[in-house]
């Protein structure tokens, strides 16, 4: 996934976007399993999804433009 930042537009509406489409990307990926594990280990199944969210923001390209 490549994202495109304006460097002087970092702030936190963006930064919660980005959040936001990993957020969805890692549901459409993972969500099954994520909820599997959670059920099998009783694990907090938002709290997974939010570190994983987290981890998958480190896979993005980002292009900054000056």
């Known amino acids: ?3 495109y930042l304006s460097y002087t537009k970092l702030d936190s509406e963006t930064q919660e976007g980005l959040i936001s489409m990993s957020k969805k990307e ?3 990926r993972f969500g099954k399993q994520l909820k599997s ?7 907090n199944y938002d709290k997974l999804l939010e570190e994983q ?11 900054f433009k000056m």
């Open 1 to 3: 996934m490549m994202g």
């Open 26 to 28: 890692v549901e459409i």
């Open 37 to 43: 594990y959670a059920q099998h280990h009783c694990a």
């Open 53 to 63: 969210t987290i981890r998958n923001l480190y896979n993005y390209y980002f292009v």
